[in-house]
């Protein structure tokens, strides 16, 4: 993949994402609000916008074997550390025989290996290098149709970054055998560029190469309509008024029955959606530059 040299002209780097966006439009003392998923979702709850339910909290070691019990209960749930990032620390589990679950990817886990996963993340081995975490359990999403027919395996998501509450560029994640059902471009997925005003999928890409079908399913990438597209614009737009920082991530899944969620907020959301879509946020953000 390349960009044209009006495209490279227009991308941010992390240098300028840092010091020219973040810290001047973010002030440090919100970051917990977005850093912490557990309250994130109490922010998101005071303006009726919903996010997966939750199962339980585990916040210390003793309540870890406490939980087992009770997750067995349940036939698939997601793990994740309410201060993680990037991914880290996410396990999407489906029961499938006593004492034994598996991932997307088709890895056994084992009550003992779940029983020590849960204590990495109150260990804060998943949460920006912070010692203490707590381990969310949620109930887990169903992806609409228009997803499973892409890859039947793990959950889709869709980032949409806005600055003072307008969104300015948005992403589908597709994920892949290899992100292990993750929608995590580091480790795997597809990214592929949203429309903002049409919703519909563009050129995708996975680890900086353009490609049409998907790796493992071989099903065509563009021109597919993300459903819901109007209302998730808008409750991008909510969600980034209920929240005191300028420059904000915003991910998204769609479940098949209730429709639009919200996994999480960023407060330092990723370049690479530029790359995705093959512009910069430069002329979005810094429009004085571009207007000499």
Known sequence: MRFSKNGLKNIVGLNRRNLE??????KRKHFPIVDNKLKTKEYLKRGQIPCPETICVIRNFF??????????SYETFVVKPS????????????????????????????????KKHLSDILF????????????????RVYPHKVFTEIYPEGVADLRIITFHNKPLMAMLRIPTEQSDGKANLHQGAIGIPVDLQSGITGNAMIKGKLMEFHPDSHVLLKGRTIPFWEQIIQWSIKSSELIPLGYIGIDFVIDKTLGPLILELNARPGLQIQVINQRGLSPLVFPEDWND
């Open 21 to 26: 966006i973040i810290s001047v439009h973010n």
């Open 63 to 72: 309540e870890i074997e406490r939980s087992m019990t009770s997750l067995l």
């Open 83 to 114: 201060r993680g990032s990037a991914g880290g620390g996410i396990l999407l589990l489906e029961q499938t025989e006593n004492d034994y679950w598996q991932t997307p990817s088709g890895t056994k886990v084992s009550r003992d290996d779940l």
């Open 124 to 139: 804060g081995v998943y949460s920006f290098g912070l010692s203490g975490d707590s381990a969310i359990i949620e109930k």
